[in-house]
């Protein structure tokens, strides 16, 4: 089941704010830069590159993804493992809160969303 519209601008917002903080100064954008999209209950995090050998062409490569679970009313928080699919973030998986979820993400203390 989709976010509530009134969820879904809250956590825009939010996740909007903190990739914002993320993003390199304007020079380097079209070298790096971050992104994030909502689909459904999911937030997903990820880093914009030029392809390595088609220049022009831009990928997007995963950092985090988190998905709201209503009936529990927690987050659940995936990293993207190199055979490309998601893993469940097995140190610290559930939380109450996008803002907890950031946290966690910011720290990266494993080194698994941002490397």
Request: glycine share 4%; net charge negative.
């Amino acid at each position: 089941m989709a976010l509530s519209e009134i969820e879904y601008k809250r956590y825009e917002k939010i996740v909007g704010n903190y990739v914002e903080s993320k993003r390199p100064p304007l020079h380097l954008r079209k070298e790096l830069d971050f992104g994030f999209r909502i689909e459904n209950q999911s937030i997903e995090i990820f880093e914009i590159r030029p392809a390595w050998r088609e220049p022009g062409v831009f990928i997007e490569l995963a950092v985090a993804k988190t998905t709201f679970v209503k009936r529990t009313r927690t987050w659940k928080l995936y990293w993207q493992r190199k055979d490309l699919n998601w893993h469940r973030y097995d140190p610290d998986v559930e939380h109450t809160s996008i803002e907890e979820v950031l946290a966690v993400i910011d720290a990266d203390e494993y080194g698994c969303f941002y490397g």
